[in-house]
T-cell receptor
Framework: RKEVEQDPGPFNVPEGATVAFNCTYSNSASQSFFWYRQDCRKEPKLLMSVYSSGNEDGRFTAQLNRASQYISLLIRDSKLSDSATYLCVVTRGNAGNMLTFGGGTRLMVKP | GAVVSQHPSRVICKSGTSVKIECRSLDFQATTMFWYRQFPKQSLMLMATSNEGSKATYEQGVEKDKFLINHASLTLSTLTVTSAHPEDSSFYIC???????????FGSGTRLTVV
């Protein structure tokens, strides 16, 4: 079983749609959680951190369920520029500084 | 914000040669640098963790004699791919955690093609 699992997609959605991505992680000792965005042939860039209380940044909402070891990302009012691969990232258990990346979910927003 | 500068961005080399990739932290001191590799349509896989002034820690399955890591200063870490082969062709990315910043800063990546 992979440490961090994501549906690879692609998710093809029209502009303005709401889309949700899910992620599960296997290490219950993981402490920090992130969503990163990666454009083709570019480095990952932090989209947002994820907290148990849930957090929102504009059109993006992230949720963490520690009991289920489940993380979600909701994108509202999709823009063409949201097209990218979204990476679910968790710290590696007790090795606090090391990151484990999910395989990514590809989003394509169409006009 | 914290910036990691990575060079070169793209390199093509012949089989059997060595390639050095540099990552510099521009406005902060990176005591720890992480090196990742990403094959097409796959996720980033941690190769090794380099710590300033000490030996790097390699992930299982990564050959330390093939991927030489040097972290001689608080602002520079290098990865040298020795005796490169076509199967080493990949996207190599470095990353550092900036103190006080809830996240990790990534270099812009190096696309290595071995012919």
């Amino acid at each position: 079983r992979k440490e961090v699992e994501q549906d690879p997609g692609p998710f093809n959605v029209p502009e303005g749609a709401t889309v949700a991505f899910n992620c599960t992680y296997s290490n219950s000792a993981s402490q920090s959680f992130f969503w990163y965005r990666q454009d083709c042939r570019k480095e990952p860039k932090l989209l947002m951190s994820v907290y148990s209380s849930g957090n929102e940044d504009g059109r993006f909402t992230a949720q963490l369920n520690r009991a289920s070891q489940y993380i979600s990302l909701l994108i509202r009012d999709s823009k063409l520029s949201d097209s990218a691969t979204y990476l679910c990232v968790v710290t590696r258990g007790n090795a606090g500084n090391m990151l484990t990346f999910g395989g990514g979910t590809r989003l394509m927003v169409k006009p | 914000g914290a910036v990691v500068s990575q060079h070169p961005s793209r390199v093509i080399c012949k089989s059997g040669t060595s390639v050095k990739i540099e990552c510099r932290s521009l406005d902060f001191q990176a005591t720890t640098m992480f090196w990742y590799r990403q094959f097409p349509k796959q996720s980033l896989m941690l190769m090794a963790t380099s710590n300033e002034g000490s030996k790097a820690t390699y992930e299982q399955g990564v050959e330390k004699d093939k991927f030489l890591i040097n972290h001689a200063s608080l602002t520079l870490s290098t990865l040298t791919v020795t005796s490169a082969h076509p199967e080493d062709s990949s996207f190599y990315i470095c990353s550092a955690k900036f103190a006080g910043y809830n996240g990790y800063t990534f270099g812009s990546g190096t696309r290595l093609t071995v012919v």
